[in-house]
């Protein structure tokens, strides 16, 4: 590439303000006291971009100058031919402009730098000769995984951003929360659990609302054609659609029962095929499967996986106002949101009559178990999910019993163990360490 055009990226991000930003709750080391590249993944339109802006002002708070930073976004149409070689020249172009920088620590903002082929012996060079501290941003969960050579691996802290959570789509309102709320606090709040409810919390979305149904058909275009048809050549288009939709709908997904719908519709995919494209769907962060709990790993992995969808506004553009689904995905995503990891950590788990939605497992322990219930107004429904958590509670000795449901808060007994009663938006803005006793 032309290395004009190399230092025409650097000076503009320079000159560029940076745009007003919602503080996110992912917290990172800025001055990582090891030689390894800091890693924020998430979905596309999760804010990972704001996420590195948002890193680079409180890099400009604590007194850093600007010419020791660098950010290069690596889906700039005038970086679409850049190489390895061009990698390398980005950076000598870099000191040279400000080669004071060679006798000081430097900080490096990549962002979707995996467009590039080879880059991790670039990123691997840096951390070994240069006074840099590397921060890389990336669509996919295989910027961590079989995309990284062996060269990396070991060289690198991950860090997952989702869209937002419901405390920060609060703090994009300007809502505030605490503890005690007055009437008018609560009032505020409640109105804005109803729309992240309904259509979630992509920052574009929240802050373009007039135009968030638009927004919504964009994105799941996008996402469907670039991170699962283009990034992993996919022609059958249809299949993937179809696939997409069956995911979102599902309580439940057995790809063998989707294998024979497509056959009844006269669509041609092997089964193997279906295996990759939902691994293609999770390793985009677009569903997440969860297994069941099982001390066999067998047994868990052969298990039909549950799906939660990285966003309410996916269930909304596609299944409608189904509340249940909602309320559910929105207790799994705050689950994930707590640095808790699916089918290491959570599980759902089955009973003979039913099931009991989440088991939170650490160091090997039952710590939590969980029901999520839009509803509960109706007796045998109460009666139903207090009793599986009861049984649940005492088979696997775990004594955390938790219902989310949309409003109601309270405690109640039964056979001799509490059950408590949690509203949605409480549940959502709690700490981990408050969920257990």
């Not at 190399?6 to 006291?33: A, H, S, W, Y």
């Amino acid at each position: 590439m032309n290395r004009d055009i190399l230092g025409q990226i650097i000076l503009d991000f320079q000159k560029d303000k940076l745009p007003d930003l919602i503080e996110r709750e992912l917290q990172v080391n800025l001055e990582l006291p090891l030689k390894r590249a800091t890693v924020i993944l998430g979905p596309r339109r999760s804010g990972k971009t704001y996420y590195l802006y948002s890193l680079v002002k409180k890099l400009l708070n604590r007194g850093i100058s600007k010419e020791r930073i660098l950010y290069v976004n690596f889906e700039d149409p005038k970086l679409v031919a850049m190489e390895l070689s061009d990698l390398n020249a980005l950076l000598e172009v870099f000191y040279e402009i400000y080669p004071n920088n060679k006798k000081r620590r430097v900080w490096l903002f990549f962002d979707e730098i995996q467009n590039i082929d080879n880059w991790e012996s670039f990123v691997r060079g840096i951390l070994d000769k240069e006074q840099a501290y590397v921060f890389l941003s990336g669509s996919s969960s295989k910027l961590l995984s079989t995309e990284i050579a062996t060269c990396l691996r070991g060289r690198t802290l991950s860090n997952l951003i989702l869209p937002f959570s419901f405390g920060e789509f609060l703090k994009q309102r300007k809502i505030s929360f605490s503890k005690y709320l007055s009437s008018e606090g609560k009032a505020k709040i409640a109105n804005a659990l109803r729309d992240y409810f309904s259509f979630g919390g992509y920052p574009e979305v929240a802050i373009y609302s007039q135009e968030r149904e638009k927004i919504i058909r964009e994105i799941i275009e996008v996402t469907i054609h670039r991170d699962l048809a283009e990034r992993h050549k996919i022609r059958n288009l249809k299949v993937i659609k179809l696939m997409f939709n069956s995911l979102v709908e599902a309580k439940e997904f057995s790809l063998h029962k989707f294998f024979n719908f497509l056959k009844s519709l006269g669509l041609k995919v092997s089964k193997n095929s279906l295996y990759n494209y939902l691994d293609f769907f999770a390793e985009a962060f677009i569903f997440f499967p969860l297994r069941k709990f099982s001390l066999s790993f067998y047994s868990s992995e052969q298990s039909i996986p549950k799906i939660y969808c990285l966003d309410n506004a996916l269930i909304e553009s596609i299944a409608g106002d189904n509340k249940a689904k909602k309320l559910e995905n929105l207790v799994f995503l705050s689950l994930v949101r707590k640095n808790l990891e699916t089918n290491k950590n959570i599980f759902y788990y089955p009973l003979g009559s039913g099931e009991v939605d989440f088991l939170v497992r650490e160091k090997k322990q039952n710590s939590l178990l969980i029901q999520a219930c839009y509803d509960i107004a109706n007796y045998q429904t109460k009666e139903r999910e207090m009793s599986s958590l009861v049984k649940a509670g005492s088979e696997l000795r775990c004594k955390n019993l938790i219902i989310v449901t949309y409003d109601r808060e309270g405690e109640e007994r039964l056979k001799g163990r509490k059950i408590r009663f949690i509203p949605l938006w409480k549940w959502l803005l709690a700490e981990k360490e408050d969920l257990v006793i």
